[in-house]
């Protein structure tokens, strides 16, 4: 079982990966065994100028050419070169929680303590965290569950401020026909991933998700990560007025499950995907709190 009630994980004091020691080669071989067509789902969004975030904290994506075919033209004849080889470059400012993403376990804090118990003060330093960044986490391939709650619940998206409740999950892991376990990864799809990239005003504007009891309901049986296809994955505004992202502290600081952000899970509601095999490999940014990524399930 992944989660930690102490100062120190399960898995020792200087453990750094949290609930990923659960995905263990026999698991990563049950996973493939899953794949029968070597269909891929590619449940990310593109990222793009104009995608969603959050101010103050998230900035704007911006990405410019930095350096342009023209350029490099003029550079390489002045050196001598005949054959005219153009190259393009850009240069990208962005903050890692851009788009489809990932957080690292050091994203969030209870007061002045990281996952594992290790204090912010010694880990958050001006350039990175000097533990718990997203190049510590492994690569998950692991058997990933599709928690379809807009599905069973009738309706085309749940509306801000839904909760989904841990009956929720059980109903929708019920209809999905798997009984979610240890090393699986929980996609819960809320149908508000319709408005990203497309009404970001209203996407921005609140929305459905997961509370603490669904959450712990879901660390409780062992997942490595929990997936939504909204901005946070949990629900936005919290019931509880006193409280500002209360999953997250649970899922990252408590229980070390990374949470993945703002899927794209349309495609596999609409084809009855409910079980699969789940890719996700994080760049390596050393000390960074998140990573966009390009997760996909197999079929």
Same mark, same amino acid.
């Given at each position: 079982? +992944? ?5 120190? +994980? ?20 049950? @996973? #493939?065994?899953?794949? !029968?067509?070597? !269909? ?23 990405? +410019? $050419? ?5 350029? +490099? ?16 470059? /850009?240069? $990208? ?122 959450? !712990?309901? #879901?660390?409780? !049986? ?11 994955? /949990? ?17 990252? @600081? ?5 949470? $993945? ?15 699969? &095999? ?9 000390? @960074?709190?998140? &990573? ?8």
């Amino acid at each position: 079982m +992944s989660g930690v009630t102490h100062d120190h +994980s399960q898995w020792g004091a200087a453990d750094q990966i949290g609930a990923a020691n659960l995905l263990t080669a026999e698991r990563r071989l049950a @996973a #493939l065994g899953l794949v !029968r067509q070597a !269909r891929i789902y590619d449940v990310s969004h593109t990222i793009a100028a104009g995608a969603p975030y959050m101010a103050p904290n998230q900035t704007p994506y911006l990405l +410019s $050419i930095f350096a342009s075919w023209r350029d +490099s033209l003029k550079r390489r004849r002045k050196l001598g070169f005949t054959n005219d080889a153009g190259g393009n470059l /850009e240069r $990208i400012e962005m903050t890692t929680h851009v788009g489809t993403h990932i957080d690292a376990l050091g994203h969030f804090t209870k007061g002045d303590r990281l996952y594992n118990g290790f204090d912010a003060n010694e880990t958050v330093t001006d350039w990175g965290l000097e533990r718990l960044g997203i190049e510590q986490m492994p690569p998950m391939v692991t058997r990933g569950v599709l928690l379809d709650v807009a599905g069973f619940d009738g309706s085309s998206h749940l509306t801000p401020g839904r909760v989904v409740t841990p009956d929720d999950l059980a109903r929708a892991e019920e209809a999905a026909g798997v009984q979610i376990g240890e090393g699986d990864v929980a996609l819960i799809r809320t149908g508000w991933g319709r408005y990203f990239g497309v009404d970001n005003a209203r996407y921005l504007e609140g929305e459905p998700g997961i509370d603490v009891p669904a959450a !712990r309901w #879901l660390t409780s !049986r062992g997942v490595v990560a929990i997936g939504a296809d909204n901005m946070a994955v /949990e629900v936005l505004p919290n019931p509880d007025p006193r409280m500002g992202m209360p999953v997250h502290q649970h899922a990252l @600081a408590e229980a070390g499950v990374h949470l $993945i952000e703002n899927l794209a899970l349309d495609e596999l509601a609409r084809d009855g995907v409910r079980s699969f &095999c789940f890719i996700l490999l994080a760049t390596k940014y050393k000390g @960074a709190t998140g &990573c966009p990524v390009r997760p996909i399930a197999m079929v």
